[in-house]
């Protein structure tokens, strides 16, 4: 498992134009930095459909643009967080203090349709659906959803995304993490270059060789502007997600970047320290997996597909 963030409440239905004007609030979104709020407007269209936007920038520190002029792909992930963050908050009135947890999520690109820098930022139309809503004991409230949607630039879709999230409320996830802290801080680790994973910075790599030359999940930085751009008790999905895509860089010695299509499953808390050991199965030139271990547990598993 690992946290998505936080939100508010409000309902009804809405035939409004979408807006691109300006962000949502950083909170619904669970984002401390305006900078990096992409979501922009949700209208409902019916009890569980809703017809969003996105604006993807043409440049961001972490993820610079492909050679062929594509986003990066975790914008695809960053955007479904922020939407299953604020939809089920703004809309399935789970409380501002709850946590929201991912339990699994996947996307899909076609590589022909998605869109390439513009002259100024990109755009985004998702349409999403939410089923396989979960109700509490008590009836009054969520405990978890499905979410899925789909990415468009205008009347052309270019991407699918979906995945599973529980809701737990502070004194629920309180009882469950049993005073669990954050990282302590950075450790002298020897690392992969951030050409070696197609990073930008060196505070970008979120591994680290450990003994034997065995590939460990330690971020360089545990205050990035990104992937802890708010404080934790755990390893945030997010990381996980771009740990993963840096794991297969290593493991294919620069051939494996651009994943068109990624899976994740969290059957648990990914902690910070010990450093979770990665591990990397090349399946064949367009297929890997990799899995995050620590002590006898699988606290993370995900499969890539490559063009």
Not at 52 to 60: F, G, I, L
Not at 86 to 103: D, N, R, T
Not at 233 to 238: L, Q
Request: glycine share 10%; proline share 7%; with cysteine.
């Amino acid at each position: 498992m690992t946290t998505f963030g936080g939100g508010a409440a409000s309902s009804g239905l809405s035939a409004r134009p979408l807006s691109w004007s300006r962000t949502v609030a950083r909170e619904s979104v669970h984002r401390t930095s305006v900078a990096e709020v992409l979501l922009t407007d949700v209208v409902r269209l019916a009890e569980a459909t809703f017809l969003t936007a996105a604006q993807w920038p043409r440049s961001h520190p972490t993820f610079p643009p492909a050679g062929d002029g594509g986003h990066s792909r975790l914008m695809i992930v960053e955007t479904l967080r922020q939407l299953g963050i604020f939809i089920p908050s703004q809309f399935f009135s789970v409380p501002l203090e709850a946590h929201f947890l991912i339990k699994d999520l996947f996307y899909g690109v076609d590589i022909a349709l998605e869109p390439r820098l513009q002259s100024g930022a990109t755009d985004i139309t998702c349409l999403a659906y939410v089923d396989d809503l979960r109700p509490t004991r008590d009836g009054r409230g969520l405990r978890g959803l499905r979410l899925r949607i789909r990415l468009s630039v205008g009347v052309t879709t270019f991407a699918r995304a979906g995945g599973n999230a529980r809701f737990l409320d502070a004194p629920t996830y309180a009882a469950l993490r049993g005073g669990m802290l954050g990282p302590s801080g950075p450790r002298p680790r020897r690392r992969p270059t951030p050409q070696a994973v197609d990073a930008t910075l060196p505070r970008d790599v979120l591994l680290a060789h450990g003994a034997g030359g065995a590939l460990e999940l330690d971020p360089a930085d545990h205050l990035h502007p990104f992937f802890f751009d708010h404080a934790g008790d755990h390893v945030p999905g997010m990381v996980l997600v771009e740990a993963a895509r840096q794991a297969v860089a290593v493991a294919s010695d620069g051939e494996l970047l651009r994943p068109t299509a990624f899976r994740l499953r969290t059957p648990h808390f990914t902690e910070f320290d010990p450093p979770a050991r990665i591990e990397c199965f090349l399946r064949n030139d367009r297929q890997a997996s990799v899995r995050f271990r620590q002590g006898a547990s699988d606290t993370a598993a995900g499969a890539l597909r490559y063009r």
